[in-house]
């Protein structure tokens, strides 16, 4: 089945600062995901995006379908961004979503 | 749209009971999905079905675990008997795919379980 990566497994970093998180998948692919587990365990749709750019707020992502990675960018970090990102794919050969090991983010005060 | 809706939020109950853990998907998604997290294993898909059919159920652990969708509306994981092993959050996730892709996912809250 199709395999995902994510890059770095841990990050910690100061209010304030910024961030980009990855996402490697081995094959080809028709959805992207990326999703936010917060401190409570509630899963938070980010991004929708197979190929392209987008962004939202303090929030962008980019996939490069073609080269088979996408990024997550975070600017200016808040505490609240604190939690574990993870990315999830899907193709016609795997027939189900994929999830990536997720990256964990601590944002200090 | 009320989103993807679980219940219970929490059950504990003991080795050996039956659990019946409930999901009402978002209106109008045709694909939906359990998913079970544990530290140890992450997010493992245990089964999803499309338009109330099931598709694939690999990642079903074993003969204790059944599930099913009997209408669009309404799906059902059971586990008879649990066991401690089956500690864990279970989601629950909908979608609207069209050919070749699942769509969009959507989580519900999840429902955490732990077997004593």
């Known amino acids: 089945g199709i395999q995902v990566e994510q890059s770095p497994p841990d990050l910690i970093l100061q209010e304030g600062a910024n961030s980009t998180l990855r996402c490697n998948f081995s094959d080809s692919v028709n959805n992207l995901q990326w999703f936010h587990q917060n401190p409570w365990g509630q899963l938070i749709n980010l991004f929708y995006?197979?190929?392209g750019t987008k962004q939202n707020g303090r929030l962008s992502a980019t996939t490069v379908a073609t080269e088979r990675y996408s990024l997550l960018y975070i600017s200016s970090s808040q505490t609240t961004d604190s939690g574990v990102y993870f990315c999830?794919?899907?193709?016609?050969?795997?027939?189900?979503?994929?999830f990536g090991d997720g990256t964990t983010l601590t944002v200090k005060p | 749209d009320a989103g993807v809706i679980q219940s219970p939020r929490h059950e504990v109950t003991e080795m050996g009971q039956e659990v019946t853990l409930r999901c009402k998907p978002i209106s109008g998604h045709n694909s939906l999905f359990w998913y079970r997290q544990t530290m140890m294993r992450g997010l493992e898909l245990l089964i999803y079905f499309n338009n109330n059919v099931p598709i694939d159920d690999s990642g079903m652990p074993e003969d204790r675990f059944s599930a099913k969708m009997p209408n669009a509306s309404f799906s059902t994981l059971k586990i008879q008997p649990s066991e401690p092993r089956d500690s864990a959050v279970y989601f629950c996730a909908s979608s609207f795919g069209l050919a070749g892709g699942l769509g969009e996912l959507f989580f519900g809250e999840g429902s955490r379980l732990t077997v004593l």
């Open positions: 995006i197979p190929s």
């Open positions: 999830a794919v899907d193709n016609t050969n795997a027939g189900k979503s994929t």
